[in-house]
């Protein structure tokens, strides 16, 4: 959508600079554009689709992007397909509803918006079979389809034995002696995925006597294609203990701070999805020429803009306690000692742990909580 008001602005401002005429004729006859987006992911148990249309009006166009309707077609009758052997074996009605959860620093109306939906938690999505979307646009005018496969087989590792992350007593070591920082390999079997992103949200607990605030700092790891099937990134010590220096907060009433885990994501697309973002790229060549690309179909003599496919997002949450088991832990001793005790001056003042491990009567660590 945001290419497509790009597209017709640069043209009604070169057009502009044209000519000194005072009034500009479009001459040429307009043929709605539908732009559709939609990505599956088998872990969600509702599944959106964007459909929206491209516009012209007379006027300024920021002001036309501010109306509702300018994007909007009158009527739109869309559903999925579950599809096995070329068989329609399960078929899901789209309906439609308003979220508000778009920015309001883009040029087009927010932060309400509309949205086609439709409900996987009864009849949950199969990586083994195909989805095709249609779409049917003002009573049969235009017609949309497409297909796509789910991104399947992700198996989320850690370490370079490739310990499975759902063990519990899989561990990740950032600090190997104090002040000496050691990096942890992440990988993800990323099955029928071509590229994808490994990412976590690190959460802190800040005490100023009873009163608990909650904080989480995001760390985006690696991002790019798949290899030999495998999504790898290398989770550096140091950028750790940085991020929590600069996440935490700088407030002397703070009377403690734990460590209570991480959440690591795994999210992987297909080959179309790649496709679709490489050319939505911004353009790097002097004539900011640049190829377009969708796996949409559209009625012909029409254009359609989007893309129908699928990504797989999987969140794993590793919790620093677990019960009252002393052997479990998301982050190993050193780690910790390091998180609790580090060199670095002012970085980790008030950080205990209260893990039950750290907390024996018969070998309490240094760094235990009283």
């Not at 999210?267 to 002097?286: A, D, F, H, K, R």
Request: glycine share 8%; net charge negative.
């Amino acid at each position: 959508m945001n290419k497509f008001l790009l597209i017709s602005l640069v043209t009604l401002i070169g057009l502009s600079f044209q000519s000194c005429k005072e009034e500009i004729t479009l001459s040429t006859t307009y043929k709605e554009t539908p732009i559709i987006f939609g990505l599956l992911d088998q872990n969600e148990t509702i599944q959106y689709i964007k459909i929206n249309r491209g516009f012209i009006g007379p006027g300024n166009a920021f002001e036309i992007a501010k109306i509702p309707d300018s994007s909007y077609f009158e009527n739109v009758n869309a559903k999925v397909e579950e599809v096995v052997n070329d068989q329609v074996v399960y078929t899901w009605i789209l309906r439609d509803t308003l979220l508000d959860s778009k920015s309001t620093d883009g040029v087009f109306f927010a932060p309400q918006f509309k949205a086609y939906y439709f409900l996987t938690d009864t009849h949950p999505l199969d990586p083994d079979k195909i989805y095709r979307l249609s779409v049917d646009i003002n009573e049969g005018k235009l017609q949309v389809s497409a297909e796509t496969q789910l991104v399947k087989n992700f198996a989320p590792l850690i370490g370079n034995g490739g310990t499975s992350l759902n063990q519990t007593n899989a561990q990740v070591r950032f600090a190997k002696d104090p002040g000496e920082y050691i990096s942890t390999s992440i990988i993800c079997d990323a099955g029928t995925a071509v590229f994808g992103n490994i990412s976590l949200s690190i959460k802190i607990s800040e005490y100023r006597g009873t009163d608990i605030t909650h904080i989480e700092i995001p760390w985006n790891i690696n991002e790019g294609l798949t290899a030999n099937s495998k999504l790898t990134a290398l989770a550096q010590g140091q950028t750790f203990f940085s991020l929590i220096k600069a996440g935490i907060t700088n407030d002397n009433t703070i009377t403690k701070r734990n460590f209570e885990g991480f959440t690591v994501t795994f999210t992987g697309g297909t080959q179309e999805l790649y496709n679709y973002i490489l050319v939505n790229q911004p353009s790097t060549s002097l004539t900011q020429s640049k190829p377009t690309f969708t796996n949409l179909t559209v009625t012909e003599g029409y254009s359609v803009v989007g893309i129908f496919s699928a990504r797989n997002k999987v969140t794993l949450y590793k919790p620093f306690v677990l019960g009252t088991n002393p052997n479990i832990r998301c982050i190993d001793n050193n780690t910790t000692r390091e998180l609790c005790e580090g060199l670095v001056p002012g970085f980790a003042t008030y950080f205990c742990s209260q893990h039950p491990g750290d907390n024996s009567f018969t070998n309490p660590k240094s760094y235990a909580c009283n």
